[in-house]
């Protein structure tokens, strides 16, 4: 009992020592808050007592209390220093929440500038286009601002010091915001000094490049831009060294006029570029930032460019760039004799006509933008060693009288690599700068092409017209006569008023007779051979106005051609018929050195056979068929040295030539050549070899001998490879599709000796001649046509001979004595050629004799008992007269 008892009573005890445990905390706490409570309860009664001694109206309680000894009091007291630190405390927070807000406001706008894009657009704006060889043609600064870019090491050392010196001379030591050029920009604008800016020159980077259209913003509308370029700033800092910012800096500046960056600065005004700069040069340029138009050494103020110049040059003493010695020998340079004289932006273009064409097809090919951006290195297809001896021989051509002997002003030429299409030489114009017209680039101008145009048509006239129908070669007969004016629509004629009859193709193209050329596109097809042209490269040929309508013409260059084509289409004949798009450009590269743009050589496009271009050619280079036209002026067609095909060409205006053409191609160049005016005057005399022997012949020649040959493209007696399935048929050369039981067939026929025509009744016998001739029947008119040779025509009738002519008459008669023959002729229609005497039928006498007359002749017989003379007039028709007599002794003539 008495243990359960314990028991118990030990259970109370630890009851107890646990409320007793439980009740100390609450104890603690209460003593706190009662403290608490008391504190406050003191706080408020010394508060009331406070309020108590004040005044009772609001007013007056509020003057009171704004005493300035009660506020300092108050202030300096505990409980003010205590209220400082919070408002301190509350303001810095509420700064940090403010400026955190506004950089957080603006970074969203700056996230599309990408401030890591910094050395990307500071990039040179000059378009550069060089040579196939790397010869700079033209720098194209555009029509507005420019910048030439450079690395760091191709800037004068001494115009990075001048311009740290005038415009941030902490800036090695910043990181990209000067607080202490902030606050020296305040006082001395404050205290009424030349206004200084307290930009650093990162930040005047960054505003040139980033922020440009927002500069001109001032005072509060300037902050947000003020924000702006202060983010900014310290973003480039990041990302950049202090020497790369230094350089895009001096990339990026302007330096007065269009003029960006320095090294546009130093080429502008001194000729050198920027690592050539001198110590006054690189102050003076230093200098131009700050206001580039008032210290525009063109245009500004050149005193105030002068005195900053100074003022650099002392800056630059000041931070121990250079000694005062160094300073003042630059400050005593006349440095502003030194500015070269302002250029036009084409004063050193290289082949303007060519260059220019290539940046109008930049500009269709990567767009106006880009082009207009700058930065673009162009290598273009031009050789410049060929286009400065095509314009050496333009310029000779000019300095002869030929342009006054045969009225033409004005010339243009293009060269063009047959294999790959590329131009590698080109004038628009007799000279760039040549007044009224020189600027005009003739050689993308319409103009007719006169006979230039017929290689192409017979070209199309040899391609296989298939098995029923009838196939053409160099031998074929298409017949030069005045059967066609019907079917052309009007008088279709020759050059020099005539018809040859029938003539084979290889004369009918060599003499350039128009007759076989209309019909040669009579039997393609107007629209078939415009097609074929269109498709071999001359594209703008018959395309424009009512040249759509000319028709049968086009076949004899009654059509406009712009003459990049045109020498592009008889490319494509050297090529055997494959079509290339000319081209111009090799590589466009950016300013990073991306490629935009690359020439890749193609297969070409077949447009022609091989066998049909390659007669065309053969044609073409028939030095002896040439001879039929051109006489001893045939040589001019050719090249030294060079086995050629050539195209000579004239086109008409109202009856007279206008233009003089040459075409000129070998198996790896072709090159056309034009001369005439830029207007509608016509030309006095046509020497239709003149283009060929001023232009043509001098610069392939050397292109050919000096150029092609040591690269390896070209060596002498280069000629075209003949092709499979070309057939030789007597002399003439034909495509593997032409039929030989389409030639011609063999029978006899009469002519007149003296007309060469065929003989009518009324010709006289002993002018008849039996000759065998070739016969065909002719494609277009479908009549019979006869081929003869020795200048026989079988197309006309003897028109020499009448049935009312008047024979010579011839009386013959002896002496007496025998000893003496008296001849009497007289002449008839024609003209005595001769008179035969014979005796016992030897001859003895042949006398000439134009007109009527006599003539004693000694006997051969003299002493004979008998013999008999006979004499024969004969004149130049072949009409003949006849008269004989007989001697026996004592019955002659007294």
Known sequence: MSGIIEV??????????????????????????????????????????YLATLPKHPVKRAAYRMHPKRVAKYWFSKKGAIMALKLIGVGVLLLAVLIGGVFAYYRKDLDAIKPGSLAERVQTTVNRYYDRNGVLLWEDKGNGDYRMAVDSDEISDYMKQATVAIEDKDFYSHGGVSITGIVRSAFNNAAGGSVQGGSTLTQQLVKQVFLSEDAYKRGINGIPRKIKEVILAIEVERKYSKDQILNLYLNESSYGGRRNG???????????????????????????????????????????????????????????????????????????????PLSDQLKDIKAPHFVLMVKQDLE?????????????????????????????????????????????????????????????????????????????????????????????????????????????????????????????GGDLNNADRKFKGAITIRNALAWSRNVPAVKAMYINGVDDTLDYIHKMGDTSYCTVGVEKTVGLASAIGGCGAKQVEHVNAISSIARGGVYKPYSTILEVKNGQGDVLQKWTDTDGTRVGSEQANYIVSDIM???????????????????????VAA???????????????????????????????????????????????????????????????????????????????????????????????????KEKLVFDRVSRYLATDCTPEAAKIEIEVSSLTDPVTKKKVYIAGDGYDASKDDD???????????????????????????????????????????QIANISASSSGSKTIDSTKSGSSSFTVNATATDSGYYTDTSSASYTTGSGTP
């Open 621 to 643: 280079h028939d030095y002896s068929a040439r001879q039929g036209l051109y006489g001893g002026w045939a040589s001019r067609m050719s090249v030294p040295g060079v086995e």
């Open 800 to 842: 020499i001979h009448n049935c009312s002519d008047a024979a010579p008459a011839v009386n013959i008669s002896v002496s007496n004595d025998g000893t003496k023959i008296y001849v009497d002729y007289t002449k008839g229609t024609f003209e005595l050629k001769n008179i035969i005497v014979t005796v016992d039928g030897v």
């Open 647 to 745: 195209k000579s060409g004239t086109s008409d205006l109202g009856g007279q030539a206008h233009d003089n053409w040459t075409v000129t191609w070998s198996p790896v160049l072709a090159m056309a050549s034009w001369l005439g005016n830029n207007d509608t005057r016509l030309l006095k005399t046509t020497e239709s070899t003149l283009p060929g022997l001023m232009l043509n012949q001098p610069v392939l020649e050397y292109a050919h001998k000096v150029i092609y040959a040591e690269e390896g493209k070209w060596k002498s007696g280069d000629w075209f490879k003949e092709p499979d399935g070309i057939q030789h048929i007597n002399g003439e050369i034909y495509p593997s599709w032409y039929n030989k039981s389409q030639s011609t067939e």
């Open 262 to 340: 320095v090294e546009s600065a130093a080429l502008t005004y001194f000729g050198i570029h920027a690592s050539e700069l001198s110590l006054a040069q690189s102050a003076l340029l230093a200098a131009i930032p700050n206001s580039p138009s008032l210290y525009d050494p063109y245009s500004g103020n050149r005193d105030a460019l002068l005195v900053r110049q100074h003022l650099i040059l002392d800056a630059m003493v000041s931070m121990g760039n250079i000694t005062r010695e160094e300073s003042d020998a630059a400050k005593a340079v006349a440095v502003l004799d030194e500015i070269k």
């Open 8 to 49: 118990i009573l030990l259970m109370g005890s630890s009851r107890v020592r646990k409320k007793i445990s439980k009740s100390r905390p609450v104890r603690v706490y209460s003593n706190l808050t009662q403290k608490r409570r008391t504190k406050k309860d003191l706080a408020a009664r010394k508060k009331a007592e």
């Open 364 to 488: 269709n090919s990567l767009g106006t933008a880009i082009v207009g951006r700058g930065g673009l290195t162009i290598t273009t297809t031009l050789d410049y060693r060929i286009q400065e001896k095509l314009q050496e021989a333009t310029d000779a051509l000019f300095e002869t009288n030929y342009p006054e002997r045969n009225g033409f002003s004005n010339s243009a030429s293009t060269v063009e690599d047959v294999t790959t299409g590329q131009i590698v030489a080109m004038t628009g114009s007799r000279d760039f700068n040549y007044p009224g017209f020189g600027e005009t680039n003739a050689a993308m101008s319409s103009i007719q092409t006169g006979s230039t145009i017929k290689p192409l048509v017979y070209a199309k006239l040899f391609e296989d017209k298939g098995e029923d129908a009838q196939n053409f070669g160099s031998g074929s007969i298409l017949a030069d006569d005045d059967t066609m004016n019907d079917i052309y």
